[in-house]
């Protein structure tokens, strides 16, 4: 049953898919929960993937029946559960949230969206799971393409932001794809155990289009993960998309990516290259650095919550990019501990935002009163949670992902990285509280803040919306709390596991 | 001292008591009197709690909890060790006193948001007394940081634009300093593979380059000594005083500031070690610090018109009296120096509630309105008058006992500046502490007719902590035992030196 799990995945996804688009004949208000029974059915799937690699070991699924490198693999190891296991779960969450908010945002559009979020689902999926060079390039393209629709759908300037996304996007898969014809002429393979083989036999010297393929691959995947320089379509697309688009995409798009550099520098390549052969981490590790801080710094001068979560997405990259240039394994724990603590984190404060703009209409932050608080309590608490999280304080999840970076840097002695870190918490805290000092005390404009104002609990819960805007959101920041208290059992059992070889 | 471990829930419960209040004082804000109930029964739980760790500490043992692996290797634990009981003592008794100060105050006050300000006071007692019992730097910069933010809906509790601004550079400090120390902690766990507050220095019996350690030192110096408020890092604390004064009182001359003191002490004979201190000569940096500190907040004291300013300036000064303690490295030295921290304790909180109490009373901030008030307000303005005689260190007021060591020390470790340092600073501390007491009442007040002592909920604690503070001058052992915990730490870290 359980190796033949990983396919189950796409499948589920490819059949929500177009069924979906066939409620559009009749029963319109399917979508909502098929989309949502299909990430149930894949997050389950999912969960029993990752308990079954921990308990007893990666496996592999060889499509029809063909031994790669003829055929395409699927690989299951300690790290492909992991991200499988959280892009579905956090995509589930914001699924179930998005009922209220799409019919308010997309009105009769919400089918074809649901239809486009699976083909997401799908892409993302796949490319975790395939243990194929070419075919991860196939479902990064399925994923990019469900990406640009689902935020030219967004407010007015998404479609502008969606193209500007799909030519950086088109720019990125074609480097990756030079890259990997490159290393197909210079291997004769695309698998990727079967290239991790072959790779540490060639002599750079005499075969520098290997280097030429890491460079142009690195590239590629930088644009789709929006490492500094490469970052330009972000900030438009996760402000201008949907509310649920910036919640689905935000947290798990660029997570994968990730995913994709992790696996590309350190299982395919291998540490060593990458880290003293060719100098990619070290480039990798100062874009990222100058990324921490320029995102963080324009996250400061947003004054629209969405558009600040985006510079501040482009921030939160850099950590994972900082993670996986330090080449060890602190830093590698750092990284991948971020892939989950962003992806929960982000999606918490983008589904805050989705609220806000259900209830209030807008998430201008100068617009935030002490109201707001008052009539969205848990939305609030929620975000402040999260906020803090963000800031990395103890004992919630972001303050560990940095704590790892942080010794990680040291092992290095890298102690410019290290000031990074530390200055980027603070730039952090001046975004976030910015937005709480407003939450929570400035008085609504006209009205005078008497005696006990906020505790009339007569307004307390007026503002919320329905129970499923609600639930995701504290479900997230409860999460942070206790992946935070946790963090150790997720590092020793889950992260440790997966550590590249030669680490 | 033996290091006597034995395993025990008390630590954690003394933790969690006043955070398991929160969701009850939240939940039940509609109700003033349910909801102050809580905070009592917290405060006086913890209290209990807190005591019935006391005679296994006279003994040199520690009670031990090991909570959860926190980071691999690295475990979230509670050690409540002799040093850490005596702090958490020390909080967690002034808190029942600033409890019922505090009924007095937001209510005499009319304070809003008074069920916010109840339960992050709540909060920040967990998260002293997790400062308190921390075994380990990674537990302690947990619950720092916890303390930090606590404190925070606190400072701003007027809402006023000045009172945000207060906490906007509260928060750039403390955080701030939470991020060297965080960068400090790490890097002593890549040099000793170890983060565990050991007595002696973990750092003991290592030799790093001398560069490496002046460094990490400053990083921790960093991190620790803006809640110490050791100068150049001192000027958050005056700008939060614009908290509500039991605020004032607890959290910025107990709480929080003696959390900062505390972490010095933790950081130099825990984290460093006397030996290894003294070996890289890190204590003249600390005690030049110190000294300076003492000599230039006392100075700026006198400049202050606005009470609790004074005020503030002169715990700056006091603070740093500790950490001159520690940097001597002596045994009487230690002892002086956690004495100073009960007994400044004690004695500054009574000034800030005298000075809570004028507030509230007569709406008066400032020293220059103060003529004549002592007539209407003798308690207040006698427990003030005895509070400022023990700051300036006269007998029998309990600050003379813990300058004596303090004095002791300095002879002991044969830094004859610095005893001279102390005895100026006294001479400094009368300076602008007598001349409010004689305003008070040596002089004709105006516009006093129709006002007498403030409600009884101020007053009686206020009388009770000033009576504390001569006790334990008179008799330092007192209920407590303060002295004796004191020089059994001073012993257990400077065992290798005596």
């Known amino acids: ?503 | 001292m033996n290091d006597l471990t034995y395993v025990s829930h008390i630590p954690l419960f003394v933790v969690l008591v006043s955070m398991a209040a929160v969701p009850l004082i939240l939940a039940s804000s509609r109700k003033p009197n349910l909801r102050e109930t809580w905070t009592l029964l917290a405060a006086g739980t913890k209290f209990l709690l807190v005591f019935s760790l006391l005679p296994g500490a006279l003994e040199g043992r520690s009670a031990v909890l090991h909570l959860l692996e926190i980071s691999p290797g690295v475990d979230l634990a509670l050690k409540a060790d002799p040093f850490g009981v005596f702090f958490a003592l020390i909080s967690s008794s002034l808190w029942i006193f600033t409890s019922f100060y505090s009924i007095g105050y937001v209510r005499g006050n009319n304070e809003h948001k008074q069920t916010r300000y109840f339960a992050s006071f709540a909060m920040c007692l967990s998260a002293t007394m997790g400062i308190a019992f921390s075994a380990n730097l990674l537990t302690f910069i947990v619950f720092y940081e916890m303390l930090t933010i606590s404190t925070y809906p606190l400072v701003i509790h007027k809402e006023t634009p000045e009172s945000i601004s207060g906490g906007r550079q509260y928060l750039l400090y403390t955080l701030t300093a939470g991020l060297f120390l965080i960068a400090a902690a790490a890097w002593t766990y890549q040099l000793t593979g170890t983060m565990d507050f050991k007595a002696g220095g973990l750092f003991a019996g290592t030799s790093f380059p001398g560069s490496t350690m002046t460094v990490l030192f400053f990083l921790f110096l960093a991190g620790v000594g803006v809640k110490a408020a050791i100068m150049p890092l001192h000027s958050w604390l005056p700008t939060a005083m614009v908290a509500p004064t039991p605020v004032s009182a607890l959290l910025h001359a107990v709480a929080v500031v003696k959390s900062g003191v505390f972490g010095v002490i933790r950081v130099v004979g825990f984290v460093f070690g006397p030996e290894v201190m003294a070996a890289y000569g890190l204590n003249i940096i600390l005690a030049i610090f110190a000294g300076t500190t003492i000599l230039v907040a006392s100075l700026i004291a006198f400049r202050q018109d606005n009470l609790k300013r004074r005020l503030a300036y002169s715990t700056i000064g006091h603070l740093s009296y500790i950490v001159l303690g520690a940097a001597l490295l002596s045994p009487s030295g230690f002892t002086g120096g956690m004495l100073h921290i009960a007994t400044h304790a004690t004695m500054k909180i009574t000034l800030f509630f005298c000075a809570g109490a004028i507030y509230v009373n007569l709406h008066r901030e400032n020293i220059s309105q103060l003529n004549g008030i002592g007539k209407i307000m003798p308690w207040t303005m006698g427990a003030f008058a005895i509070g400022s005689l023990g700051l300036a260190g006269v007998p029998p007021v309990n600050g003379f006992v813990s300058k004596w060591f303090l004095a002791l020390g300095a002879l002991e470790a044969d830094h004859l500046v610095v005893l001279g340092i102390y005895v100026l600073s006294g001479l400094l501390n009368a300076g602008y502490f007598f001349p409010i007491v004689h305003r008070a009442f040596f002089r004709e007040g105006e516009h006093l007719e129709g006002h007498g002592e403030a409600s009884t909920l101020m007053v009686v604690p206020l009388v009770i902590t000033a009576m504390l503070s001569v006790l334990i001058g008179v008799r330092p052992d007192l209920f407590f035992h303060f002295y004796e915990l004191a020089s059994l730490i001073a012993q257990s870290l400077t065992g290798g030196l005596l």
């Open chain 1, 1 to 503: 049953m359980v190796e033949n799990a990983p396919v189950l995945i796409p499948v589920i996804y490819l059949a929500a898919c177009l069924l979906i688009g066939l409620t559009r004949l009749r029963y319109r208000w399917l979508a909502y929960p098929m989309a949502l029974a299909a990430n149930v059915l894949a997050s389950a799937t999912a969960l029993g993937i990752l308990y079954h690699v921990t308990r007893y070991g990666s496996f592999n699924y060889y499509f029809g029946g063909w031994i790669p490198p003829i055929g395409i693999e699927y690989v299951i190891d300690p790290l492909s559960a992991f991200v499988l296991t959280v892009i579905n779960i956090v995509a589930g969450l914001v699924l179930y949230h998005s009922l209220n908010v799409n019919r308010l945002e997309l009105g009769r559009k919400v089918v074809p969206y649901y239809s486009v979020a699976m083909l997401l689902m799908l892409g993302l999926n796949g490319i975790v799971l395939t243990g194929d060079f070419f075919n991860l390039f196939v479902f990064l393209e399925i994923s990019s393409l469900a990406s640009y629709g689902l935020i030219a759908v967004g407010e007015r300037g998404s479609a502008f932001a969606a193209f500007r996304y799909l030519i950086l996007g088109t720019v990125g898969a074609s480097f990756y794809l030079l890259g990997l014809g490159f290393l197909h002429l210079n291997t004769g393979s695309l698998n990727m155990a079967d290239l991790a083989a072959i790779i540490p036999n060639l002599e750079f010297g005499k075969d520098p289009a290997i280097v030429i393929a890491l460079v142009m691959m690195t590239v590629g995947i930088c644009i789709k993960m929006a490492i500094f320089p490469l970052h330009g379509w972000l900030p438009d697309a996760y402000t201008l998309a949907p509310s649920t688009s910036s919640a689905l995409i935000a947290p798990i798009g660029t997570k994968v990516a990730s995913y994709i550099l992790i696996r590309t520098l350190f299982f395919v390549y291998g540490v060593d290259l990458v880290s003293e052969g060719i100098p990619v981490t070290t480039i990798l590790g100062w874009l990222s650095a100058i990324g921490i801080i320029y995102g963080s710094i324009l996250a400061i001068a947003q004054s629209e919550l969405k558009r600040m979560l985006a510079y501040s997405s482009i921030a939160q990259i850099g950590y994972i990019g900082l993670g996986i240039s330090m080449a060890n394994p602190l830093g590698f724990i750092g990284a991948v501990l971020h892939v989950l603590n962003h992806a929960f984190m982000k999606a918490c404060l983008f589904l805050v935002a989705a609220n806000l703009r259900t209830q209030m209409g807008h998430s201008d932050i100068s617009r935030f009163d002490d109201s707001y608080r008052v009539k969205m309590p848990w939305t609030m608490a929620a975000f402040t949670t999260a906020a803090i999280s963000m800031v990395g304080l103890p004992p919630l999840a972001g303050f560990f992902s940095k704590w790892y970076l942080a010794l990680a840097t040291i092992e290095n002695s890298q102690w410019v990285f290290l000031a990074v870190i530390l200055i980027s918490s603070l730039l952090n805290a001046v975004y976030f509280f910015r937005v709480i000092e407003k939450v929570y005390m400035k008085s609504p404009s006209g009205v005078a803040d008497g005696a006990g104002a906020g505790n009339d609990p007569a307004q307390f819960g007026s503002g919320e919306p329905t129970s499923s805007m609600v639930i995701p959101v504290l479900v997230f920041a409860a999460a942070l709390l206790l992946i935070g208290i946790f963090n150790a059992l997720i590092v020793t059992t889950l992260i440790q596991p997966m550590m590249p070889p030669g680490m």
